[in-house]
């Protein structure tokens, strides 16, 4: 994927998702355990829950634009992916801040800021796919 006029806005697009999730994030955890009355660590898992579907759907709809695709095979795909991406940033931790002694701050900025941009580009390229790249 090169970046041509319409990646570029499609990254922005998936950077306002990313800002909208975050504070959402934030939001349903606090609403589901000071409203609900929900423990701190129920309230954080329906939170990551949410986010989980919200990510999809927003990705899906407005950041890809990949409503022609089979939503089945896409959730699928997202949702082994988006597991393989939470395994490799937290083993990439590991190394760079227990191998390598990096501070863990920037280790954990490094590795999320590349893992972003990595999702991006493969959740454009393998996840949201349409017509024949969508075949599994």
């Given at each position: 994927m090169r970046l041509t006029r319409s990646t570029f806005?499609?990254?922005?697009?998936?950077?306002?998702?990313?800002?909208?999730?975050?504070?959402?994030?934030?939001?349903?955890?606090?609403?589901?355990?000071?409203?609900?009355?929900?423990?701190?660590?129920?309230?954080?898992?329906?939170?990551?829950?949410?986010?989980?579907?919200?990510?999809?759907?927003?990705?899906?709809?407005?950041?890809?634009?990949?409503t022609g695709g089979d939503p089945s095979r896409q959730l699928f795909r997202y949702a082994v992916f988006s597991a393989l991406f939470r395994l490799s940033e937290f083993l990439g931790f590991l190394v760079i801040h227990t191998l390598f002694d990096v501070q863990y701050v920037i280790a954990a900025v490094v590795i999320l800021g590349t893992s972003f941009l990595l999702k991006f580009y493969f959740y454009g390229d393998v996840v949201f796919t349409e017509g024949r790249g969508d075949a599994w």
């Amino acid at each position: 994927m090169r970046l041509t006029r319409s990646t570029f806005w499609r990254l922005a697009r998936f950077v306002g998702v990313a800002a909208v999730g975050f504070p959402l994030n934030l939001a349903v955890t606090v609403f589901v355990h000071e409203i609900l009355g929900a423990s701190e660590e129920m309230a954080f898992a329906v939170a990551l829950i949410t986010l989980f579907v919200f990510y999809f759907l927003a990705n899906r709809h407005f950041t890809f634009r990949a409503t022609g695709g089979d939503p089945s095979r896409q959730l699928f795909r997202y949702a082994v992916f988006s597991a393989l991406f939470r395994l490799s940033e937290f083993l990439g931790f590991l190394v760079i801040h227990t191998l390598f002694d990096v501070q863990y701050v920037i280790a954990a900025v490094v590795i999320l800021g590349t893992s972003f941009l990595l999702k991006f580009y493969f959740y454009g390229d393998v996840v949201f796919t349409e017509g024949r790249g969508d075949a599994w």
